[in-house]
């Protein structure tokens, strides 16, 4: 994730990684390897809710945390998420938290349900959106922003001329997402949960295998929308074997496809079981619990960090600076003479992890040394 956002902060291109016209291999593999992290975060935030009910929560506590800590996402993103992406403000845009708080509140209604009956929804949202996408946001004429958010992605006006909305993540896929990782939550009470989450993600890889290479449902259609261009439709031949191999693997994630969460949750719960067999105490294991500990501090501080650092290193090298500190690359294309290497780009993706892990290990003992604060459990 962080290695996304610093691409996003540094890069020249004014192309996306996904774009099969002006991509290349380390190039887009360094976007791909980031698809992994949304997926997860909803799969996981899901599956935590539910654990917690074997920790002894009633239902109607974990609904409650959903809705308040959903709430508290969707103003975080609205907010110091939004200011520390551009640096100015207000910027009305739909990120990663706005969708897991929304689906968060979401969950909070959908636990009352039985657990078949929130797996078989989930499973339905997850299977059955991409049927929505020959739906047009202008067939519902004024209600067309809502459309957008739900199952779409571009800019709307809120107030003609004023105010406009853009939306990045849209919800219906992502719900469905964590409804499904609120369901895999009684697999992981399994004495059996290994074989079972391993042999799930398999499944679910195999099955992107399949519906990929025979070019069958589940990854949009470009023809039908316009903001379906860049990685939705099947694969093609390409010139050489690199761009072949980018083509497979090139789906679409805005909105994601069936195919796109497939080919990532997929990997991810095979390796989940995997994950669990190494030892904790072994020193990277234990730099990245350190992390995992505090995710929402983590994520919040590390885009001050890597923006920051991008006005630096601009500044340094005498490229274009001003750019990134009023809009950045969330409003902006990046101007001529701006960019930096990959190996620019991981270099400073790693220095960020660096400048960043004293102060999660820092909150991370705070956390588990004042159990009983109950406002821990929203950072």
Not at 37 to 53: E, H, K, N, R, W
Not at 126 to 132: P, R
Not at 137 to 148: D, E, K, T, V, Y
Not at 258 to 265: N, S
Request: aromatic share 18%; hydrophobic share 55%.
């Amino acid at each position: 994730m962080a290695l996304d956002h610093t691409r996003e902060f540094l890069t020249g291109s004014p192309f996306a990684p996904e774009d099969l016209a002006h991509t290349s291999g380390p190039l887009f593999f360094t976007r791909f390897l980031t698809h992994f992290c949304a997926p997860v975060f909803f799969l996981l935030a899901g599956t935590g809710g539910y654990l917690s009910l074997a920790q002894g929560r009633s239902f109607s506590q974990v609904a409650t945390f959903f809705w308040t800590r959903g709430f508290w996402l969707v103003f975080l993103d609205f907010t110091i998420v939004a200011y520390a992406w551009t640096y100015t403000w207000p910027v009305w845009f739909s990120g990663v938290l706005w969708a897991l708080g929304w689906s968060m509140i979401a969950m909070a209604f959908l636990v009352v349900l039985p657990l078949p009956w929130i797996a078989g929804l989930g499973t339905v949202i997850v299977v059955g959106h991409n049927l929505l996408d020959r739906v047009p946001a202008a067939a519902f004429g004024r209600l067309a922003g809502l459309w957008l958010i739900l199952h779409g992605h571009g800019w709307f006006w809120v107030e003609p001329g004023k105010i406009a909305f853009f939306v990045l993540w849209p919800l219906i896929p992502w719900v469905g997402v964590m409804a499904v990782g609120y369901s895999i939550g009684a697999l992981l009470l399994r004495s059996d949960w290994r074989k079972t989450v391993f042999t799930l993600g398999a499944l679910l890889t195999l099955a992107f295998l399949i519906l990929r290479f025979f070019h069958l449902y589940g990854n949009g259609d470009p023809s039908l929308q316009p903001w379906l261009a860049v990685g939705a439709g099947g694969w093609k031949l390409q010139p050489t074997l690199t761009l072949t191999v980018i083509s497979f693997f090139d789906t679409l994630k805005y909105p994601p496809s069936l195919q796109f969460l497939l080919m990532t949750l997929g990997p991810a719960l095979m390796a989940l079981s995997w994950f669990d067999r190494i030892n904790p105490n072994h020193r990277l294991a234990r730099i990245l619990r350190t992390f995992g500990r505090v995710p929402l501090f983590y994520y919040v501080l590390h885009l001050f960090v890597i923006h920051t650092l991008a006005v630096w290193i601009a500044l340094l090298s005498r490229q274009p600076a001003a750019w990134l500190l009023y809009g950045g690359p969330m409003l902006h294309t990046p101007p001529p003479g701006y960019g930096h290497s990959l190996a620019v780009i991981y270099s400073v993706w790693f220095a960020g992890l660096i400048c960043l892990y004293p102060a999660c290990k820092w909150f991370a003992r705070m956390k588990q040394q004042h159990p009983n604060q109950w406002w821990f459990r929203y950072l």
